[in-house]
């Protein structure tokens, strides 16, 4: 599977220059069933790499693009009268899907952010009276402009802590943008094929669930989620006064997941502490929720991972 995995990411990059870094969090998040949250000014692919992904999968891909008039029903669906009929049929909504993509999910308003908090825990959706389960493999991608204020609305924290990882998107690098304006401007991206079938990633899902991690390093991440809400406790008193709150029980389970997923990434068939200090800004900095202290100083929660894994020791 290692190979598919190379060709996988060969596929991709006909369309996606760079962005290495977004595309792992991506195939993650797919074998471990955990959304991403993908942050970041207009114009860094966050969405052609959603859809490219897709493709090379052979997936079902559905976008909506989040707006502030979006009801609840525009995601979820409905149940539409039948005149002829007299009964009441169910219109599913583009949730039903393997990959959804929630393009600039910050821009519609709390309610309808809401619509997503049952399928993103549970998998399922109510409409009416009547559960529906979501097909398998099923992954929610959002978007958010960090730059924009006006027409934006923030996340809940209840919302936030169901994505598994927040990634911040940056910039290519100047090699990579120069590649990326020559193609644009001749219009040489190359077509996507399908590497990865839905059989393919439930087999990649369980080698995943079989990369070995030892108990030590089990214990180690929970001191490091620990950490964020007693700091006083592993000798950094200098945090008690940043954080409001701490991570939550499922940044631990989702740092237990994501670690054995990106050791597959790497080709490793057991997790290191390496692994670990890939995977925890990404999982944790969504989920550290600043005080006013912190946010008057300046401080960000990536500095205050980098300090806990200074100073937490490592197996």
């Given at each position: 599977?290692?190979n598919?995995?190379?060709?996988l990411?060969?596929?991709?990059?006909?369309?996606?220059?760079?962005?290495?870094?977004?595309?792992?969090?991506?195939?993650?998040?797919?074998?471990?069933?955990?959304h991403?949250?993908?942050?970041?000014?207009?114009g860094?692919?966050?969405?052609?790499?959603?859809n490219?992904?897709?493709k090379?999968l052979?997936?079902?891909f559905?976008?909506?693009?989040?707006?502030?008039?979006?009801?609840?029903?525009?995601?979820?669906?409905?149940?539409?009268y039948?005149?002829?009929?007299?009964?009441?049929?169910?219109?599913?909504?583009?949730?039903?899907?393997n990959?959804?993509?929630?393009?600039?999910?910050?821009r519609?308003?709390?309610?309808?952010?809401?619509?997503?908090?049952?399928?993103?825990?549970?998998?399922?959706?109510?409409?009416?009276?009547t559960?529906?389960?979501?097909?398998?493999?099923?992954?929610?991608?959002?978007?958010?402009?960090?730059v924009?204020?006006?027409?934006a609305?923030?996340?809940?924290?209840?919302?936030?802590?169901?994505?598994?990882?927040?990634?911040?998107?940056?910039?290519?690098?100047?090699?990579?943008?120069?590649?990326?304006?020559?193609?644009?401007?001749n219009?040489?991206?190359?077509?996507?094929?399908?590497?990865?079938?839905?059989?393919?990633?439930?087999?990649?899902?369980?080698?995943?669930?079989?990369?070995?991690?030892?108990?030590?390093?089990?214990?180690?991440?929970?001191?490091?989620?620990f950490a964020?809400r007693?700091p006083?406790?592993?000798?950094l008193?200098?945090?008690?006064?940043?954080?409001?709150?701490?991570?939550?029980?499922?940044?631990?389970?989702?740092?237990?997941?994501?670690?054995?997923?990106?050791?597959y990434?790497?080709?490793?068939?057991?997790?290191?502490?390496i692994?670990?200090?890939?995977c925890?800004?990404?999982?944790?900095?969504?989920?550290?929720?600043?005080?006013?202290?912190?946010?008057?100083?300046?401080?960000?929660?990536?500095?205050?991972?980098?300090?806990?894994?200074?100073?937490?020791?490592?197996?």
């Amino acid at each position: 599977m290692q190979n598919k995995i190379k060709q996988l990411k060969q596929e991709i990059s006909k369309q996606v220059i760079g962005q290495e870094h977004m595309i792992d969090a991506l195939l993650i998040g797919l074998f471990t069933n955990g959304h991403i949250l993908l942050e970041g000014v207009p114009g860094l692919a966050k969405t052609t790499t959603i859809n490219a992904l897709a493709k090379s999968l052979n997936l079902e891909f559905k976008r909506v693009q989040f707006t502030p008039d979006l009801l609840p029903s525009d995601i979820i669906g409905a149940q539409i009268y039948d005149m002829k009929s007299g009964d009441f049929k169910i219109k599913k909504g583009p949730v039903f899907t393997n990959l959804l993509l929630a393009d600039e999910i910050n821009r519609a308003p709390a309610k309808v952010q809401s619509a997503l908090l049952e399928v993103m825990q549970e998998r399922q959706v109510t409409i009416g009276e009547t559960t529906y389960k979501i097909d398998d493999p099923f992954l929610v991608l959002a978007t958010q402009n960090p730059v924009e204020q006006e027409g934006a609305y923030s996340l809940p924290e209840a919302q936030l802590d169901r994505f598994m990882f927040k990634i911040i998107v940056g910039y290519n690098t100047k090699e990579e943008e120069y590649q990326i304006a020559l193609k644009a401007a001749n219009a040489t991206f190359e077509t996507i094929n399908a590497i990865l079938h839905k059989e393919d990633i439930e087999t990649i899902k369980q080698d995943v669930k079989n990369i070995h991690i030892d108990k030590e390093l089990e214990e180690y991440i929970v001191d490091l989620i620990f950490a964020t809400r007693e700091p006083k406790k592993y000798n950094l008193e200098g945090l008690e006064n940043f954080i409001e709150f701490g991570a939550s029980p499922r940044a631990t389970i989702d740092m237990f997941k994501s670690v054995k997923a990106m050791a597959y990434l790497r080709g490793n068939n057991y997790v290191s502490p390496i692994d670990i200090a890939l995977c925890i800004k990404d999982v944790l900095r969504h989920r550290i929720i600043l005080s006013y202290e912190a946010l008057a100083s300046d401080i960000t929660a990536d500095q205050i991972i980098q300090n806990i894994l200074e100073k937490v020791p490592v197996p």
